[in-house]
């Protein structure tokens, strides 16, 4: 089985965990948002660029319904389905 390729732009989307919309309104939770670095006893800023990361952790789940394209405001995500 073929599992759709979701490639996110990591120079248009700078800061996805203070966005969050791609991950709200995945209707399969396809996505899950990691911080780029961890520092003991200090809470990493959602709101600073390049500080967290979206990866597609459960891609087999996707139903390609492209609602995380439509609301992404930076058009940083792609879905390929060949």
Known sequence: MKYPDIL??????KTPFDCKRCLQICPQAVFSVRPVKQV???ETDPKE????????TYRDKCIICNRCIEVCPEKALKIIFE
């Open 40 to 42: 003991k006893f200090k």
């Open 8 to 13: 996110w732009d990591k120079e248009k989307c």
């Open 49 to 56: 660029p390049g500080s967290y990361f979206i990866t597609p």
